[in-house]
């Protein structure tokens, strides 16, 4: 062939694109359920909403451009910076709270890899406008209910949950200096995948003592029923009002009956300095992170906004796809087109009434196909199986006869009953 | 503020995403009814694949870049490459006919005017490996089900449809040469735009006689109801089987009850030299294209794949929103959002019910929300109605009331008994 798709990009097929429009439906069913409002972005924007809140390192894993007139734009690799840019531009002309979420098409020039594409759909759901801790609740929420609605239990998926000015107390009261902070975030972040004494090189690397690491550990390895009163007992410095809303966040999303779905845990601590409150990933069986979000109360000033807190989480369809299918998750549906009515011409000279009956079918909302070629009914009943067609209507000169595919159940009737009963 | 959207892009507020959903909902709603399945493509393709259909001068009007490995790269300015590309690759897997829809996201590098952005969405619905006429029957029912499905009447828009290798034939006849075809065919493009001596101008220009030119008008200006039937009387050479098309499509769309929507008019060329048999528009009063299509058996050859038959057409949203804006065609749901249920706490201490009621009301797939302040009746109350919510429910120590917002009627019951009936 001449042609293939652009490296680390998939085509989309009738049978990958069921399987992406049934997770797209899932999100913004959800979405909606839970009242949250859609939005958009355009999917290029100019480099430098990017470099402002990543860094001018992200600009290599963009796909970038000059436009004619020399400004660099890149295609979005994700949607919240385009969000706090259109939030900040009608800061006072939206109502609070501002909950919102999108389903955008997102491209980064990463090295393609398992669950991992260039081209991919991310689903955002985000509270802004709100300092309390609730918002933080409903998304949490909003991301259970979703994993309910697919079929994954806590035994399969889990949302665990940290805090980033916790952690930050916790580990400034264990002697980490300001400078090291971002390696022994990294460190945290990576201890449940590596082997301890690699995590200990870590923090010794960066100063800490034996004896802090130990008690790090101990304290980290509180079981997640019991750390959120033992955060609170420990009385950590500075984190007064995290270590309440931490308690809030338990206490709310046990009202709202999800808690069996959620760890507290602090080696949650998200990569992304920008987080600046509590933290969270949802976590499938084999250390895979399928979401991930927080709060993050300054993203909207470094866009050139106001002041104004801020809470989400993303979600990919990548690694989601590959886990439902892994799960047996998916309905079965996925895999064939699904058609209502396949109309035949069964016996010669009925061709034009098949053409009317389809288009009358159609017209009042139902699905319904034909042949092009004119082939005998054994080959149309075929091809009507093969659609996965539930009735095929055979038309007669006199006449019309619909048969149920499944059971193979027919009914005589006339093309004025059958449509009649249609309408 | 420091960022704005990238200059021709929309920024879509939930407003306007609510707009955009509700035409690609009925653009997908239509397609699968007519028994297309739909398929999507990299938003990126190689650059080579648009200019090798539509030739070097194409690269100027769409966002190109170029990846790490040195290759050229565009983001797609339409899918129909990327279509041919896909079934060419796999043409002998996939089960004949290719009946496929695609809804993707499109960008040009054009000049913004109104009805053009630099971003915008496009349906694509093609029938692929169909010789038959009765495909290019198919395609165009599918328009006119999607026409009347938003409400729009063949008085606001007719679908033109005409022939090219018909037109070709004509022109030929009249002494047009082969070097001066492309011009020929912009003048009859421009005809009915432009005024009578303007029109004849264009054709003397490429020595075409006056007399040559009056009998083309008067050929042109047969009225549609008998243009197929004077096109077959006229005998033109080399076009015997374009004339039994033309004659068995409008045979096929009347039998498929579409005839008042369609106007056999050949004017209708389309610019693309790519058009091999019948071409369409669907033109709204003011000349305005919302819609345009036809055969193309060539193109997948181009893409280095095998002869094989196409035929297909593109809508565009942003033109389609703006007619059905102006004829007062859009659903009045989309100007405020909608919402079942608004979850109050009307007695103090009330407030984990109300999150626990909202949150079984969403397990069970229906849309609620409550606040996120604890505010007065009175407040929470507008907030519902702002919110276009149906119902509120107001949470007391004790059961609970259902109020239905439109009408103020008010129903007393228990949190269990309410939550039952949900079920």
Redo the contacts between chains.
């Keep these: ?7 680390g ?6 049978e990958d ?2 399987l ?2 049934y997770i797209l439906d899932a999100w913004r ?1 959800v979405s ?4 949250f ?10 480099l ?2 990017f470099t402002v809140k990543s860094g001018p390192e992200i600009a290599e894993q963009l ?3 000059t ?3 020399g400004r660099n ?1 890149a ?1 979005r690799p994700e949607i919240t910076p ?1 969000l706090a ?2 939030v ?3 800061i006072n002309a939206l ?1 609070r ?1 501002i ?2 979420f999108s389903l955008p ?1 997102l ?1 980064r ?1 990463e090295r393609p890899q398992r669950g991992r594409l260039r ?1 991919f759909f991310q689903w955002n759901v985000d ?1 802004i406008g ?1 300092e ?1 801790v ?2 933080d609740a ?1 998304c949490i ?1 909003t991301l259970v ?1 979703f994993l ?1 609605e697919v079929g994954l239990s806590p035994a399969e998926i889990m949302v665990r949950v940290g805090s980033r000015p916790i952690v930050l107390s916790l580990l400034r009261r264990e002697g980490v200096c300001e400078e090291a902070m971002d390696k022994a975030l990294l460190a945290l972040d990576k201890r449940q995948k590596i082997p301890a004494e690699a995590f200990e090189a870590m923090l010794r690397e960066i100063g800490v003592s034996a004896g802090a690491i130990a008690g790090l550990c101990e304290f980290l390895d509180t079981p997640p029923e019991r750390i959120v009163q033992r955060i609170a007992d420990s009385g950590l410095p500075g984190a007064e009002k995290e270590i309440a809303d931490l308690q809030e966040l338990e ?2 999303l046990a ?4 808690k069996e779905y959620i760890a507290f845990d602090l080696h949650i601590v998200r990569g992304l300095a920008y987080y600046t409150g509590v933290v969270y990933e949802a976590i499938a069986a084999g250390e895979r992170a399928v979401a991930g979000g927080g709060r993050y109360d300054r993203l909207l000033e470094l ?3 106001p002041e104004c807190p801020a809470t989400g989480f993303g979600m990919g369809d990548v690694v989601l796809g590959l886990l439902l299918a892994e799960k047996g998750k998916l309905p079965p549906e996925l895999t064939a ?1 699904s ?1 209502e009515f396949y109309v035949i011409d069964a016996e010669e000279g009925t061709f ?1 009434q098949v ?2 009956i ?3 079918l ?2 009042a ?5 034909y042949g ?2 004119r082939q005998g009914m054994g080959k149309q009943l075929k091809e009507a199986d ?2 996965g067609s539930k009735f095929a209507v055979l038309v007669r000169r006199e006449g019309l006869s619909v048969k149920t595919l499944a059971t193979g159940e027919q009914t005589e009737t006339t093309a004025e009953t059958f449509l009649e009963k249609i309408r």
Tied chains: 1, 2.
């Design positions: 062939m001449k042609f293939s798709a652009v490296k990009m998939r085509d989309v097929y009738p694109a069921r992406r429009n069913r909606l359920r839970n009242g409002e859609e939005y958009d972005a355009p999917i290029l924007e100019y430098e909403l796909f970038g451009l436009d004619r007139g734009l295609i385009s840019r259109m900040a531009a009608k109502p709270p909950k919102w098409r491209c020039a081209e509270v709100v309390s609730q918002a409903e929420f209910d309910r206490s709310a009202a709202m009956g999800v866009v050139g906004g087109g058609l034009r053409l009317d389809t288009a009358r159609r017209a909302g139902r699905s319904a196909d092009f070629k093969r659609r």
